[in-house]
T-cell receptor
Framework: DTAVSQTPKYLVTQMGNDKSIKCEQN?????MYWYKQDSKKFLKIMFS???????INETVPNRFSPKSPDKAHLNLHINSLELGDSAVYFC??????????????FGPGTRLTVL | DAKTTQPNSMESNEEEPVHLPCNHS???????IHWYRQLPSQGPEYVIH???SNVNNRMASLAIAEDRKSSTLILHRATLRDAAVYYC??????????????FGKGTKLSVKP
């Protein structure tokens, strides 16, 4: 069984469209995250959710909105897509946001291409 | 944020040990040292973490200098599957953004058969 899964794996769309990426974890974790990895391979955190509440918003444009229907899911909705949004988006989860020994488990990634 | 410095790339031969260094001279006393790796076209995966003492697990060993200003990830017998980018990350024992995983450039490890 996949611990952290994301759909779709690939997403190709036009500028200006709205799209969503879904993430599910079956680990029973309390915290979930979204990361963006750009073309230069830098991996940066975008959001984290703890018990369905947004904890961190790392200066991401408000076109990006995370939505957590329950503790096991954290979806990423993107409005008015721009060329610069092209990247690989990774979902992750961990048991606890606070503990410095906490381990994050990452999904396989969604490669978003905006044309 | 305390920063880490790693070589951009390293090469190893299959079945030989690999020592991946990381410098973190500005580490604070409560920062944990985490290592993650990212295999090609996959998400990062946890490797190991430690605070002061050396640590061993099924994937690797972590050797931490006595002054904690550097650490070394040791893969005892590299396999082709170990070819990946290895990230050394300092993690603060606090919640919110200060507890984030901050990924640097990492070290790209190539393993030759």
């Amino acid at each position: 069984d996949t611990a952290v899964s994301q759909t779709p794996k690939y997403l190709v769309t036009q500028m200006g469209n709205d799209k969503s990426i879904k993430c599910e974890q079956n680990l029973g974790h309390d915290t979930m995250y979204w990361y963006k990895q750009d073309s230069k391979k830098f991996l940066k955190i975008m959001f984290s959710y703890n018990n369905k509440e947004l904890i961190i918003n790392e200066t991401v444009p408000n076109r990006f909105s995370p939505k957590s229907p329950d503790k096991a899911h954290l979806n990423l909705h993107i409005n008015s897509l721009e060329l610069g949004d092209s990247a690989v988006y990774f979902c992750a989860s961990s048991q606890d946001l606070i503990a410095s020994t906490d381990t994050q488990y990452f999904g396989p990634g969604t490669r978003l291409t905006v044309l | 944020d305390a920063k880490t410095t790693q070589p951009n790339s390293m090469e190893s031969n299959e079945e030989e040990p690999v020592h991946l260094p990381c410098n973190h001279s500005t580490i604070s006393g409560t920062d944990y040292i985490h290592w993650y790796r990212q295999l090609p076209s996959q998400g990062p995966e946890y490797v190991i973490h430690g605070l002061t003492s050396n640590v061993n697990n099924r994937m690797a060993s972590l050797a931490i200098a006595e002054d904690r200003k550097s650490s070394t990830l040791i893969l005892h017998r590299a396999t082709l599957r170990d070819a990946a980018v290895y990230y050394c990350i300092l993690r603060k024992p606090r919640g919110g953004s200060q507890g984030n995983l901050i990924f640097g450039k990492g070290t790209k490890l190539s393993v030759k058969p």
